[in-house]
């Protein structure tokens, strides 16, 4: 047996000792882990209820951005940054999707593989740039809202910085390897 299918081997049981071993391991130390399961259950549930809100805005600036024709808009003043950077602009609206909606940057990832098809360079980028960037503003909206924080000072900022440096990182390594 290689070490591939060595790793292969104990990866498929990695996550079952887990699920067994966790709870386990509190049982022996006299925890008592189904109660504990369900009061955390239940903060989850209280958690999730206190972010509906800031989800339902955050996705109603998005579709309002994209319906009133202003990522299009944006999408065209970016387009010579594009021939110049030598990227396909088609691109460009995953990078302007990405920090703001984690489903709406899915989707037009999955437009691109359904289009480009996903061993081509822009099927790769999209994939690329998909993994190496965030939600910034849907997270700064959702959990800092739901937690009541109301001055997010740096953390905005520092989200694009990482967003861009995804993006460029993403681009160069792409093409870089396969162009």
Partial sequence: MNVAELVNDAARWVLPAFLVGLPLYGYLRGVD???EFVDGAQEGFWTAIKTIPFMVAILTAMAVFRSSGSLAAL???????????????????????????GSASFAYTADLMRSFGPDSLIGRLGSAVQGSTDTTFFVLTV????????????????????????????CLVTTFLFS
């Fill in 75 to 101: 999408l065209n003043l970016a387009a010579p940054l594009s021939r110049l950077l030598h990227l396909p602009s088609d691109i460009l609206p995953l990078v302007i999707l990405r920090p703001l909606s």
């Fill in 143 to 170: 959990y800092f809202g739901s937690v009541g924080v109301k001055n997010a000072r740096y953390a905005p900022a520092v989200g694009i910085i990482g967003d861009v440096a995804g993006f460029v990182a993403a």
């Fill in 33 to 35: 882990v189904y109660g």
